[in-house]
């Protein structure tokens, strides 16, 4: 076995403020977090710390870190250089790597063995010094107890051996003890090949390339999923500060590991970092820094999906090599494009209508420059369905555009997961066919079980509306497991519970959403409805209070308190109905609560007459119709079963 094989069974060696583990082969600055070196960079480092104080003939070097090819003395003396640089090294202060004219090199700086430590957020580490020994202390303690081998250990004094044998059960005690403060926790039971992909931190400095920090996240999320037998999660925020990729998240996650990394363009060059980090003790299992032109993008992200299936022991297959190989042989360029025009085009607050108007630009120069990819259409498509929401268009217009966009996607490539989940919306939305939607949605799970809206539409616009709602449940629930904290995601599932009148589970999905996205001010909503169907209407006046909720202007929040603490549901109801009637012109979805207010009121005549305009209006709500707790004062009128028949839901 060279040096090189035995020094990997060394856990970590620190020097300075750095600590090389050689296990995961990562390089950590103890402030400025993990050292991007090469592989050889690695191992020449690894082989000089191994050796400190020794003169490491360059010949020797060459042998041990390029073992088997044919190399000149010029590649080592660039990973030095390398290695200095990396180390704050100048090669004149000589803290660390010193030349050795015509030998070699040598590292003259203190080496020292540590332990691996837990992650300083995990949960079970000690903080508190007053309830147990910390680690360091523990080391100390083993360190200063004597050997417990027969050639070591001094005889027992004639008049205590009580003595001697409870130091040796104190060393085993103490040495056990430190095993178990120290060894990584071991990861919950079925996630040991899991791995959330946290957001890649975008570090252009160009703010045009904002979304290739998104566009990374949501790349490596597809690639990882393509390989069998690893479960894939993601751990994205709209616009909120995430939290700390610690041991509590792995586990809220079910995941063992994080993935995480950077992205910065420059020009034409793209350099993407990243990272495998076990959650469990927040040890780094393996990095790597990509410097390649853009163009390559693809097949670094083939390559890093290849290399932590490695890392996790997950057998690749034949299918999952051609999956990646295949994505790894996609058009760059047309890919790139694709992931700012959906970027430009988000829902985000943050996004301005000159932005989706460049994001639709990029579309439209999609469809002119590669007519044979459906992503050009598919992006447009998911365009012209958000323009109702942004009054920008009518429902029929942006309906007809989204619709033929969808066809010509489908006509290009039949097995577009992304064109199926949008049809799914489209048959539901424009024909109010649930079953062609169902139909849809089911296509483009098949084909893309880890594409999150494909689980999000076929619940929405195919099960829920037909009645089918455990799988309605169970779809929306594996939207959640690829996407824990995604906004809409998050708010769906609460806004499912609340329909299916399971209020205390709504109400408590409805306040996690808001620890993790407090300015989303649609997670009120659920909880408003839960109050209502409670009769518990002073709790539903005061949730429509916070300011993030803004649906109701200050005037109308004191009216509703007054009227409710006053007159009860009846002047809640009122109040809502009066102030809905103010909005029905300018709300999409104004007259399908105009209808459900007056319901709850008592108006039944009126409640179907706006029934009848929201109907006329295609109201993006009537596919809830058949299950709104809100209409439950029409269901008994012989008026009912007409109203379902016209939006074809019976």
């Not at 751990?235 to 993935?259: E, M, V």
């Not at 799970?445 to 999150?452: D, W």
């Not at 519970?497 to 209020?503: A, D, H, M, Q, S």
């Not at 005549?605 to 209409?631: H, V």
């Given at each position: ?10 856990e ?22 993990l ?5 050889k960079?690695?191992d ?6 191994t050796h ?22 010029n ?10 640089k ?9 803290r ?20 691996a430590m837990?992650?300083?957020?995990a ?7 007053r ?30 051996p ?16 430190a ?7 071991p990861p ?42 690893l479960?894939?999660?993601s ?5 909120d ?25 420059a020009g ?20 790597k ?8 993008v693809?097949?670094v992200q083939s ?31 047309l ?7 959906r ?24 469809v002119?420059?590669f ?9 447009l ?8 929401n942004?009054r ?5 217009e942006s309906?007809?555009?989204a ?31 649930w079953?062609g ?33 455990d ?9 959640l ?6 906004a809409?995601?998050?708010?769906a ?8 009148e ?32 409670r ?5 539903a ?5 916070p ?17 409710t603490?006053k007159?009860?549901s ?7 109905l009066?102030w809905q009637r103010?909005f ?22 009126e ?11 295609r ?11 809100l ?11 007409a ?8």
């Amino acid at each position: 076995m060279n040096d090189l094989s035995s020094a990997r069974h060394t856990e970590v060696l620190a020097f300075g403020p750095f600590r090389a583990d050689a296990f995961a082969r990562t390089l950590v600055h103890d402030t400025q977090g993990l050292v991007n070196l090469t592989p050889k960079q690695f191992d020449t480092l690894l082989l000089l710390i191994t050796h400190p104080g020794e003169v490491l003939d360059k010949d020797r070097i060459l042998a041990e870190v390029w073992t088997g090819s044919v190399v000149e003395e010029n590649n080592l003396s660039q990973a030095v250089s390398a290695l200095r640089k990396a180390l704050g090294d100048d090669g004149e202060a000589h803290r660390y790597i010193l030349t050795v004219p015509r030998k070699g090199y040598r590292f003259v700086a203190e080496v020292r063995p540590v332990a691996a430590m837990p992650h300083p957020s995990a949960p079970d580490a000690v903080d508190d010094d007053r309830a147990a020994p910390t680690s360091s202390a523990l080391h100390a303690a083993v360190a200063a107890t004597p050997p417990t081998t027969a050639s070591t250990v001094a005889p027992p004094a004639p008049r205590g051996p009580a003595r001697w044998m409870g130091a040796v059960a104190l060393a085993a005690i103490l040495a056990a003890a430190a095993w178990a403060l120290l060894r990584p926790a071991p990861p919950p039971p079925g996630t040991e090949r899991s791995v959330a992909v946290l957001p890649f931190t975008n570090l252009s400095s160009d703010p045009v390339d904002a979304y290739f920090g998104a566009g990374m996240t949501e790349d490596m999320l597809t690639q990882l999923a393509q390989v069998s037998g690893l479960k894939v999660v993601s751990h994205r925020f709209a616009g909120d500060a995430p939290l700390s990729a610690d041991r509590a998240l792995g586990l809220k996650l079910g995941a063992a590991h994080f993935l995480q990394g950077t992205v910065r363009r420059a020009g034409d060059r793209l350099r993407i970092s990243a990272q495998l980090i076990d959650a469990g003790s927040g040890r780094h299992l393996w990095a790597k820094s990509y410097d390649r032109p853009v163009t390559d993008v693809l097949k670094v992200q083939s390559e890093v999906a290849a290399e932590i299936a490695g890392a996790l022991a997950a057998v690749l297959s034949q299918s999952d090599r051609a999956a990646l190989g295949s994505r790894a042989q996609g058009n760059p360029e047309l890919h790139l494009k694709y992931m700012e025009g959906r970027y430009l085009i988000s829902r985000s607050r943050q996004i301005t209508h000159e932005d989706r108007q460049r994001g639709v630009a990029i579309f439209e120069g999609l469809v002119r420059r590669f007519p044979d990819s459906p992503l050009g259409h598919v992006g447009l498509a998911a365009y012209h369905m958000r323009a109702p929401n942004l009054r920008v268009a009518t429902f029929d217009e942006s309906f007809r555009k989204a619709e033929a966009h969808v066809d010509a996607a489908l006509r290009i490539d039949a097995r577009s997961a992304e064109a199926h989940a949008m049809k799914a919306e489209i048959e539901a939305r424009a024909r109010w066919n649930w079953r062609g939607a169902a139909e849809a949605g089911a296509r483009a799970v098949a084909l893309n079980p880890s594409l999150p809206e494909a689980w999000a539409r076929y619940a929405h616009f195919g099960l829920k509306p037909l009645g089918r709602l455990d799988e309605a449940e169970r779809a929306l629930r594996r939207a959640l497991d690829l996407e824990p904290f995604n906004a809409e995601s998050m708010h769906a599932m609460a806004v499912f519970l609340g329909g299916v009148e399971r209020c205390d589970e709504a109400i408590a999905q409805a306040r996690k959403n808001l620890e993790v996205h407090p300015s989303y001010m649609l997670n009120y909503v659920p909880m408003i409805r839960c109050h209502e169907l409670r009769g518990e209407f002073r709790q539903a006046a005061e949730a429509s209070r916070p300011p993030q909720f803004s649906w109701l202007p200050p005037p109308a929040l004191d009216e509703l308190a007054a009227a409710t603490e006053k007159e009860g549901s009846a002047g809640y109801w009122r109040t809502l109905l009066k102030w809905q009637r103010r909005f029905d012109a300018t709300d999409p979805y104004g007259t399908y609560y105009l209808a459900a207010y007056l319901a709850q009121s008592g108006d039944i005549d009126e409640a179907f007459q706006q029934l009848g305009r929201a109907i006329d209006k295609r109201e993006l709500y009537l596919m809830n119709l058949r299950i709104d707790p809100l209409f439950k004062p029409l269901r008994a009128d012989a008026r009912w079963p007409a109203v379902l028949k016209r939006v074809n839901l019976l």
